[in-house]
């Protein structure tokens, strides 16, 4: 092992970006600490890197004080998923709140720089199209939403101000939905739902009319963006969406599932969430400037490896490393 190698700890690092992002630092030759408490994490998402001399697991959760050693940290424990971080909302708005204050008290321990995976939750229900870094957001701070996006907002103000009471280099991506291999089946999310129901040829749920948009970003993408981010001069503190400015509607993206996987499901309507937003796309002008960064997988290309992932998990075969 090189003493020169950094060390770097991941927190949500068996989940589903997480893991993702394990798999590039750990082949950057990095040494990697990834904490989880197993929430919506899987041990069979890092099960691949577990043994490695470089790479550790340790179960925490991060509402708790953590007492490592580490350059870097990417922040990125909360459950992402409506159906996972409504299960217990008092639980996700401590992860985003408590969790921010005790990795910036690390970082600032530490003197380590540490990147905050925010969201475009932060836009809420968005007025101004497509959205950009300045855009403040229409959010309900009392509605089944609000333990996730009132959660992260406040991390981010945490964030900016250990940055500028404590001068911690800080970087904050606000992550538009992405998706890919290792997404958890059962997540409820549009991507994961819709490709099991045409595998198991049920039909697809659309929520509403189908009529709401979202802009759909692949894993390896995404990854590629929070490297940049992690690399970026010290004055780079973000917020910097990092998303797919491909925008579509819901009732679009079930057809295209149905059309790759040739299944022969129905697409039927069901009852529209609360507060449900209606329109999503990232200006992504910032990243392209300040880190020369921008998604490059087509969605049918990215699509189309999520679902071989998905089918090798319904035919219980290995899905392999990256999911493939
Ligand atoms: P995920 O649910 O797969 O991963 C989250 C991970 O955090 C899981 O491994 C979970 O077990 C862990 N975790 C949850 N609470 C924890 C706690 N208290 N202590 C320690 N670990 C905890 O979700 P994901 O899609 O990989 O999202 C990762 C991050 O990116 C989240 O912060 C999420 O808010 C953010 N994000 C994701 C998306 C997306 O489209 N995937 C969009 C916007 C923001
Ligand atoms: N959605 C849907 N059918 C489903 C799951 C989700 O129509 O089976 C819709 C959901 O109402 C939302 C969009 O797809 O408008 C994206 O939902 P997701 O939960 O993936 O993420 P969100 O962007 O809402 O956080």
Redesign the pocket.
């Known amino acids: 092992m090189s003493v020169l190698s950094k060390r770097i700890l991941v927190?949500?690092?068996?989940?589903?970006?997480?893991?993702h992002l394990c798999d590039r630092l750990m082949a950057e030759g990095a040494d990697v600490l990834c904490?989880?408490?197993?929430?919506?994490?899987?041990r069979a998402?890092v099960v691949h890197l577990m043994g490695h001399p470089r790479f550790e697991v340790q179960r925490?959760?991060?509402?708790f004080p953590l007492y490592v050693e580490v350059d870097e940290i990417y922040?990125?424990?909360?459950?992402?998923?409506p159906i996972?971080?409504q299960h217990d909302p008092v639980?996700t708005t401590?992860?985003?709140v408590n969790?921010a204050i005790n990795m910036l008290g690390l970082a600032k321990r530490l003197k380590a720089k540490i990147l905050q995976?925010?969201?475009?939750?932060v836009y809420g229900d968005p007025e101004v199209h497509p959205q950009t870094e300045d855009y403040w957001g229409h959010v309900n701070p009392v509605g089944f939403r609000s333990c996730?996006d009132e959660g992260?907002r406040c991390a981010e103000t945490l964030f900016f101000d250990y940055h500028r009471q404590h001068r911690l280099q800080i970087k904050v991506a606000?992550?538009?939905?992405?998706?890919g291999p290792?997404?958890?089946p059962n997540?409820g999310?549009v991507v994961s739902n819709f490709i099991m129901q045409a595998l198991r040829g049920e039909p697809i749920t659309i929520y509403g009319a189908g009529d709401q948009t979202r802009s759909f970003?692949y894993v390896d993408d995404?990854i590629e963006g929070f490297v940049r981010l992690m690399a970026s001069p010290p004055e780079v503190t973000g917020p910097i969406n990092l998303g797919n400015p491909v925008e579509m509607t819901i009732r679009e993206l079930a057809e295209l599932v149905v059309e790759l996987t040739g299944a022969k499901s129905r697409l039927i309507e069901a009852p529209l969430p609360q507060d449900d937003p209606t329109q999503r796309r990232p200006d992504i002008t910032r990243a392209r400037e300040v880190l020369g960064w921008e998604p490059k997988v087509r969605l049918k290309d990215g699509l189309a490896k999520t679902i071989a992932y998905f089918d090798g998990i319904l035919r219980g075969g290995q899905t392999g490393v990256n999911g493939e």
């Open positions: 927190t949500g690092g068996a989940g589903f970006l997480g893991s904490v989880d408490n197993f929430y919506t994490g899987r998402n925490h959760d991060v509402t922040n990125l424990a909360c459950p992402a998923s996972h971080y639980q401590k992860t985003s969790g995976a925010s969201t475009s939750e996730y992260k606000r992550i538009f939905n992405t998706y290792r997404m958890h997540d999310r970003c995404l």
